[in-house]
């Protein structure tokens, strides 16, 4: 059993603590927060027979916990990384990982030292479907890709964290990386940004990006949309030679259509798992590297999330 402690007991934390009630495999035993009386009332909501722990410190320390999540604001994950990695804690980091590859690289070489597994909590990485959608491009079901487009917009332009550029806020850092994602996983690794449009607030804050990525030797195109002012349908496609993907919700993959070049659908599987279920894979992921040993999870190795966090810098200075 992976006893989990939670750094930082936010909106996304709850949804997590939830989404692992009654799990066989891991358990929430610990929850921090800077305020004690925030942690007990987190825990109380969500994972009552969790330990609550006086400050983040004491939870990295506990020998109680075998994986501490790491929910804090985006600024934040590499100062509670480098504190649970020096305790000689696994860890699992919320996305956006770091706020630039500088620590990113920092994290990887703590850990690496310390030989303590780390992982980017990239949710749709260690999805079914995702896998499915990986295996139909590797068996060539729709030929060579040839051009990639996913979109993922919510209306969550009045969440505060949002709005704040100490808090590293923006539609890119809180939605972005999940489109970069999707054109790693299927565009490849070897592919650069080309163009980049951003709205931005007074604050610097990006209110919705628009960016064009394309392989190294130009065969693969891909264009890729976030926003944090409107609900956009977060649908994602790929384009082969001998036909297309369609993906509903690249956020939680809820369905997947493999289709032929005339649009003749050839095979379809709907996610049917509630929601909040997606994000027990990460868990049980990490939980099972742990138990082999490993000290990255194979769904999100250490050489993607560097990638990410390259392609998040050259975005970030291109807006």
Request: neutral net charge; charged residues 25%; hydrophobic residues 40%.
């Amino acid at each position: 059993m992976l006893r989990v402690g939670i750094l930082g007991c936010g909106n996304i934390a709850a949804k997590v603590a939830d989404s692992l009630k009654g799990n066989k495999k891991v358990v929430i035993a610990g929850v921090a927060s800077r305020e004690r009386n925030k942690a007990k009332k987190f825990a109380a909501n969500h994972c009552p027979d969790a330990k609550v722990f006086s400050g983040y410190e004491k939870l990295a320390a506990s020998d109680e916990i075998n994986l501490v999540y790491i929910a804090t604001p985006n600024t934040y994950h590499y100062e509670h990384a480098i504190l649970c990695i020096k305790e000689y804690k696994n860890v699992l980091i919320e996305k956006p990982f770091a706020m630039s590859k500088a620590e990113v690289d920092s994290i990887f070489f703590e850990a690496k030292n310390r030989n303590v597994f780390v992982a980017e909590a990239m949710w749709t990485s260690y999805l079914p479907l995702h896998k499915t959608v990986l295996d139909w491009i590797a068996k060539g079901r729709i030929g060579a890709v040839k051009y990639v487009t996913a979109n993922l917009g919510y209306d969550i332009a009045n969440v505060p964290r949002l709005n704040s550029p100490v808090l590293g806020g923006g539609s890119y850092l809180d939605l972005g990386v999940y489109t970069t994602n999707f054109a790693l996983s299927f565009m490849g690794d070897d592919i650069k940004v080309s163009r980049v449009f951003a709205r931005r607030l007074s604050s610097g804050i990006d209110r919705d990006t628009t960016y064009s990525m394309e392989s190294e030797d130009g065969s693969i195109l891909g264009n890729f949309y976030v926003t944090m002012c409107a609900d956009t349908d977060k649908d994602g496609v790929i384009v082969g030679e001998r036909g297309k993907i369609k993906l509903s919700n690249i956020n939680n993959y809820r369905k997947v259509e493999l289709l032929s070049s005339e649009d003749t659908l050839l095979e379809e599987i709907v996610n049917k798992d509630a929601y909040i279920h997606g994000y027990v894979y990460e868990f049980e992921s990490c939980a099972q590297a742990i138990s082999k040993g490993l000290i990255q999870a194979p769904d999100m190795p250490w050489a993607r999330t560097i990638r990410i966090a390259q392609i998040n810098d050259t975005i970030r200075s291109m807006m």
